[in-house]
């Protein structure tokens, strides 16, 4: 008994670690909903009253929820409808039908999922029969059927609402929308999405906050490990450097994914040896995360394929962007070896066309106008598909790259 | 069953006899009877005045019942009519209304027809033969076989309600008419046979049932016709669900014991089951019955035996009318011979073994019909406690004999009845429990049953599931289905599983009941709701003046016609014509014009525009068809003509879906009101003015005719008064503010619907921001405002706003390119170097190439830039999704 009182009170420090990258994780990967949603009050407000009316007072509304990506819009209404479902009163009448307009790619498909949902009398087992024509108009008969008063109100929750914009007709959402507007059945339609242009908006807004996210719970098993830990994040939001990064990544999106992902970087680094998150490693996750990925590719290939892309990036200056082929880029690349006079680079021609199209694999280039097979392959117009500056960056970065092919790749001209 | 039409043989009329009178006003001849011969077979069927005929109808296994009262030809002979008097199948009675009738009728029941709409003078060639009609007492039950050509009259049907009918009701059309020298050459069953003597011939006496409750009996006997029916349809699935309905409610307690009984133990409850509706054991329940029914029933109880051998058929036509009176007294005195009425028709329906009946009628289903039925399963189990009588008896009458035991049964069941007259869900158990314990076993081997049959004989079962049943005749289908005489019908039903058909579409009801609105705003938040129906609709009299004159004078007059209304939307097209049907609707209720049939389709609402067919049909007959199918029959009603035919309302709501390619629904649609013997009203919805012009074909266009309306755009002045009308003197808005908001919306798009939104919004904009939620104020010119700017403004200024840093510095790098290259596209290439030198301006770190593409991404999702598909990388060109004016704006006032 005691014995177990003093493990509890000084955990180890490596177990202390795994618990704590376990409950942070679970926390950053959406495994579980924060207790509250930060910067949304009002419209959780909003959508609660709404959805809340529909539960109570059987009056029907519908609800789109607009916001770029990962703006929260889904933990918004979880968190809304978590809420909602700790009230008696609404967790016996509500009826709830979740689509997504990645898996219901068509309104058959959608119709028979609400019938399965809902439970009506037409499901055998697990499973919806019937024909298209029969289901809407069963389910059609059904909410017609019930009225405002008497029968469970029901909810929609149109997931990539746009989706369903694009189904034939748009049969499901016009008699969604006529029963939420006639005296049938109540039913709340809330649909989501990040496209702007789709209908109204219900205006969807977030302030980011960083702290909250990286603090623990009160329930942490040991103590002192909490408390220190806590602190160490305060401090750590405290330094400069680490706030510039944060700013940084901040400027760039305002999506909570990729914070958490960000974060996730920086939590793996904690290990028994280091047990709070440090400044540099902080520093090295944004590094990361801001890393250019056709840069850092760059920095895999050969001379011989990196002196191409210098062909073909002098091409691009002297032709402004047109494109070019093997045979022109191999004429580049001679006219260098020329002016050298240095055998070092001297390449066979079948060799260079190895390189061309391993740069072709690696989607460096591309054809203009797809793979066309009539063109020989040494004539078949390329276009390159990196930017001036990630040329020059990665060539900082090449590690031992010859004096001679950098001046080239910095020269003005050919 | 088919009768010989016309179109299959050719029928000869000739006049027979001399005519008997003569109209001088009319000049019409009287003649006593009709002959009709067919060209191949020398017999002649001989029609008279009184007697009950066919006349061919829209349906040719359905053709129309009447009784002649006249026959009357012109005096070249030419033309001959008769004068008739209608009875109508169950079939040809409205749909909605079919359920008034509160059982299921009879495949050979036909009604008294007493509405006005038809005409009674019928071509006399139209006549397909004589049929005999018996009237039946209303509690009397139907005989239990017959010649297909017999049909049953009990009720009349005045078009609105169902009514009992007396024999001298029937009777009564001939009396004053057909004249009283003419003998009927053929024997046709007198109109009136002893409607109480056929089925005291027929019907076993002696398992009395303890439930005289009569509503619960007519529900157990419909109930029974349906379940022999079903036996071969209902599918497992059907069952599984009711099983489980049936389980929350009443086996729940008995299940949990069942969980517990051996398999062994169940052998014998199923054995049970088997001896109560096999014929084969009926003589096992014989001696309870005897037992029961002591030596003075012994004797008269084998002599209806023997009775029964002799099959049902009508009694002689000489009859004595005399005995009926008595008969049908004793009938409706004896409580006890009602639940007789059941075992009748349980018998009827298995013994006929017919094939199913044409009208196959859905069964109500509710749980407390079950309960009956289950009270009668402790019976067989009860064979030495006296009160409970069990086991059917010879089907035969002991109709005398049971009345004089009835007395003492019911002495001796005098607690059970006044149980099961109550609350039946709760008797069974509370009333045979304490009897015998076995009983517990009993409805344990009811559902311990079930489980077994599922378990049992899978492959049969899949076989024999149909449409899938229904979820109440489970348990007596299941012991139907176990008699052998069942197995052949098995094959008639299809194979696959599909849709119970049968399965009643509805949202289960709430557990608790919804709030009633708290305060004023609340309760004006109702009445503003869209879907809430306005007792008028202000603003739109002309509109409902004109399409009211219209729909009523079609209506009186007989004919059909077509009518076209355009609106935008949300200016009350669909409300009004609702309002217009309502209110003729009311008028033929109380007889100011013939009654009509409304049927409403809506193009959004079927998944094909050939689907409005099969809508149609359904709505029109019940039917249900393939939508080829139904055009054909659809086609064929509206095109023969028939004497009896109401008008019917068809509303067809967004027309511009049912444009095919070769526009052959609206062509049909448009074609059939110009037949003559349609009597087809056609309306039709559309939000576009010049769709017949725009997108139907000449043809089309032309059929639909020139009766155009067009709904405009509210003003603002009516969308105030719609406003106030709806809130009706209830203070919840600030008049200024029920301007602002008028005028906004009439500015914009004079959508009602929207208006109403608009004003709803505010008044939760008011709640939330009262103080005390208890008392809010008025909704007043701000909430108004915040309201409006809500609706209306953009959300693309709003999604830039809220941007990152990096995601405005990119929408101000594509119109700096923009402006640079003088076009509205450019590759993210060139926009990104732009990006690259605002970075610089502003002071900001760079970003690299992978981190702009993403920036670019984000702003295409959400539509406020529109790309290339990503996998062209920097070489994907981008466009602005909104105004340049716009983003800069939104950018400016940061």
Redesign the interface.
Same mark, same amino acid.
């Given at each position: 008994m005691s014995k177990r009182k003093v493990k509890d009170a000084h955990l180890p420090v490596g177990e202390c670690i795994t618990q704590l990258q376990k409950i942070l994780r679970e926390r950053l990967c959406n495994q579980q909903l924060p207790e509250k949603p930060e910067g949304v009050g009002a419209q959780h407000k909003h959508l609660l009253e709404l959805l809340r009316r529909t539960a109570v007072h059987g009056e029907s509304n519908s609800v789109l929820i607009v916001g770029p990506r990962g703006a929260g819009k889904t933990m918004l209404l979880k968190s809304v409808l978590r809420e909602l479902l700790e009230e008696k009163e609404v967790q016996k009448n509500l009826l709830q039908v979740q689509l997504n307009g990645l898996l219901q790619t068509d309104d058959r498909i959608a119709l028979k999922e609400i019938t399965r949902q809902l439970h009506l009398e037409n499901v055998v087992g697990d499973k919806v029969f019937g024909s298209f024509a029969e289901n809407l108009a069963f389910l059609l008969e059904a909410l017609k059927k019930g009225d405002r008063s008497s029968s469970r109100p029901v909810l929609f929750v149109l997931d990539e609402f746009d989706l369903f914009a694009h189904h034939k007709n748009q049969t499901l959402l016009y008699n969604l929308f006529d029963v939420s507007q006639s005296a049938q059945a109540p039913i709340a339609v809330v649909g989501l999405t990040c496209r702007l242009d789709v209908l109204e908006l219900l205006e969807k807004r977030y302030i980011e906050r960083v702290q909250t996210q990286l603090s623990l719970p009160q329930d942490f098993p040991d103590e002192k490990f909490a408390k220190d830990w806590n602190e160490s994040v305060k401090a750590l939001c405290e330094d400069k450097s680490v706030e510039e990064v944060l700013l940084r990544h901040f400027n760039c999106s305002r999506d909570f994914r990729s914070l958490h992902m960000f974060l996730m970087l920086c939590l793996s680094r904690v290990t028994v040896a280091k047990p709070v998150v440090k400044a540099a490693d902080v520093l090295e996750a944004g590094r990361l995360c801001f890393a250019d990925a056709k840069a850092d590719m760059l920095h895999g290939l050969s001379i011989l394929e990196l002196c191409l892309i210098i062909a073909m990036k002098h091409l691009n200056d002297v032709y402004e962007g047109e494109p070019f082929n093997l045979q022109m880029v191999h004429n580049e690349f001679k006219k260098f070896l020329q002016r050298k006079s240095n055998s070092m680079y001297n390449f066979e021609q079948p060799v260079v066309l190895k390189a061309f199209e391993h740069l072709q694999q690696l989607e460096l280039i591309r054809p203009v106008d797809g793979s066309s097979a009539k063109t020989q392959r040494e004539y078949q117009l390329m276009r390159l598909m990196l930017d001036n500056s990630q040329i020059m960056e990665a060539l900082q970065k090449y590690p031992q790259c010859p004096t001679d092919v950098k001046q080239w790749a910095m020269s003005a001209f050919g | 069953m088919k009768y010989w039409t016309r179109l299959q043989v050719r029928r000869v009329y000739r006049w027979r006899g001399r005519p008997v009178g003569f109209d001088r006003r009319l000049k019409t001849q009287e003649y006593s009877a009709l002959s009709i011969s067919v060209d191949s077979v020398p017999q002649v069927t001989v029609i008279s005045a009184g007697q009950n005929i066919l006349i061919e109808g829209e349906d040719e296994d359905q053709p129309y019942v009447a009784k002649v009262l006249k026959l009357m030809g012109d005096e070249s002979g030419q033309q001959k009519k008769a004068l008739v008097r209608w009875f109508i199948r169950a079939s040809e009675v409205p749909l909605s209304k079919r359920k008034l009738l509160g059982r299921d009728p009879h495949p050979q029941e036909i009604f008294y027809y007493k509405g006005r709409s038809c005409d009674d003078e019928v071509d006399a060639e139209s006549i397909i033969r004589p049929v005999q009609v018996l009237h039946l007492d209303a509690a009397a039950p139907f005989p239990e076989s017959c010649d297909e050509d017999t049909l049953f009259v009990k009720m009349s049907w005045d078009s609105k309600t169902f009514k009992a009918v007396t024999s001298d009701q029937v009777d009564s059309g001939s009396a004053d008419s057909a004249p009283s020298h003419l003998k009927p050459s053929l024997p046709p069953s007198p109109p009136c046979s002893p409607p109480a003597a056929a089925p005291a011939t027929q019907g076993p006496s002696c398992r009395v049932l303890p439930t005289p409750d009569p509503a619960v009996m007519r529900k157990a006997s419909c109930r029974e016709t349906w379940s022999s029916r079903s036996a071969m349809s209902a599918?497992k699935?059907g069952r599984?669900?009711a099983e489980s309905l049936h389980s929350a409610s009443k086996l729940s307690a008995s299940k949990c014991l069942s969980a517990k009984w051996t398999t062994a133990a169940r052998t014998p409850g199923i054995r049970k089951k088997l001896n109560m509706s096999s014929p084969q054991k009926l003589s096992v329940d014989q001696d309870v019955l005897d037992r029961l029914l002591n030596e003075e029933l012994e004797s008269e109880g084998t002599l209806a035996q023997r009775l029964s051998a002799s099959p049902p058929r009508a009694p002689p036509p000489h009859a004595p009318p005399s005995r009926l009176t008595p008969l049908k007294t004793a009938h409706s005195a004896a409580i006890a011979l009602k639940p007789l009425s059941v075992i009748v028709n349980r018998r009827t329906s298995s013994d006929v073994d017919s094939p199913p009946s044409p009208t196959r009628t859905r069964p109500v289903q509710t749980l407390q019909e079950k309960e009956p039925l289950l009270s009668d399963l402790p019976e067989l189990d009860g064979e030495n406690s006296p009160s409970l009588p069990s086991g059917a008896g010879p089907r035969t009458s002991k109709r005398m004999s049971a009345r004089l035991v009835s007395s003492r049964i019911r002495k001796q069941l005098n607690l059970l009845e006044n149980h099961l007259d109550s609350d039946s869900d709760r008797d069974d158990q509370d009333q045979f429990v304490p009897l015998r314990t076995e009983l517990q076993s009993s409805s344990e081997e009811d559902s311990g049953d079930e489980e077994d049959e599922e378990a049992g004989p899978p492959k049969r079962r899949r076989r024999g599931q149909g449409g899938?049943g229904p979820r109440t005749p489970r348990s007596r289908g299941q012991t139907v289905a176990r008699t052998p005489r069942k197995t052949p019908n098995r094959k008639a039903t299809p194979s696959t599983?599909?849709? @119970?058909?049968r399965?009643? @579409?509805?949202? @289960?009801?709430?557990?608790?009941?919804?709030?009633r @609105?708290a305060n004023i705003l609340?309760e004006a938040?109702?009445r503003l709701?869209?879907?809430?129906?306005p007792e008028s609709l202000p603003c739109r009299e002309a509109e409902f003046q004109d399409i009211y004159n219209f729909v009523e004078s079609k209506i009186i007059d007989g004919t059909g016609g077509c009518m076209y209304i355009s609106g935008v939307p949300g200016t009350g097209k669909t409300a009004t014509v609702h309002e217009v049907m309502r209110c003729l609707q009311h008028a033929a209720d109380v007889d100011e014009i013939p009654p009509f049939t409304f049927v409403e389709i809506n193009g959004?609402?079927?998944?094909?525009p050939h689907?409005s067919y099969?809508?149609i049909l359904q709505k029109l007959t019940g039917q249900k068809a393939t939508p080829d199918h139904a055009a054909a029959l659809l086609d064929k009603k509206f095109s023969s003509p028939t004497p009896r035919r109401e008008t019917t309302v068809l509303l067809v709501d967004e027309l511009d879906?049912l444009w095919t390619r070769k526009q052959n629904v609206m062509y049909n649609l448009f074609d059939w009101p110009t037949r003559r013997q349609a009597r087809l009203v056609v309306l039709t919805i559309a939000n576009t003015m010049d769709l017949p012009e725009r997108i139907m074909i000449n043809r089309v266009a032309s059929r639909l005719g020139l009766t155009r309306m067009s709904f405009q755009p509210y003003t603002f002045k009516q969308l105030q008064q719609i406003i106030t009308s709806r809130l009706d003197k209830l203070k919840a808005l600030d008049q200024d503010a029920l301007q602002l908001v008028s005028r906004k919306v009439a500015a914009l798009s004079g959508d009602a619907?929207r208006c109403l939104d608009i004003c709803r919004r505010a008044t939760?904009i008011c709640e939330?921001a009262a103080a005390d939620p208890s008392a809010p104020g008025l909704v007043g010119m701000s909430h108004v405002m915040e309201a409006l700017n809500?609706?209306f403004?953009s959300?693309?200024t709003?999604?830039i706003r809220?941007?990152?840093?990096?995601?405005q510095l990119f929408l101000r790098a594509v119109i700096a390119e923009f402006r640079r290259l003088g076009l509205e596209e450019a590759t993210f290439?060139q926009v990104?170097v732009q990006h690259?030198a605002l970075c610089r301006v502003e002071g900001?770190?760079p970003?690299?190439?992978?981190?702009g593409l993403?920036?670019c991404q984000?702003l295409g999702?959400?539509?406020?830039l529109l790309l290339e598909p990503s996998r062209?990388?920097?070489?994907q060109r981008v466009r602005l999704?909104v105004s340049q004016d716009d983003v800069l704006y939104a950018l400016k006032a940061d």
């Open positions: - | 599918g699935a599984m669900e899938g599983p599909r849709t @119970p058909h399965a009643t @579409p509805s949202i @289960p009801c709430r557990s608790l009941p919804a709030r @609105p609340e938040r109702i709701h869209v879907s809430a129906v959004m609402k079927m998944t094909d689907q099969v809508q879906l619907r939760e939330h809500e609706m403004s959300a693309y709003t999604a809220s941007a990152s840093v990096q995601e290439q990104f690259q900001l770190q970003v690299s190439v992978s981190e993403s920036v984000r999702a959400c539509r406020l062209l990388g920097i070489l999704n």
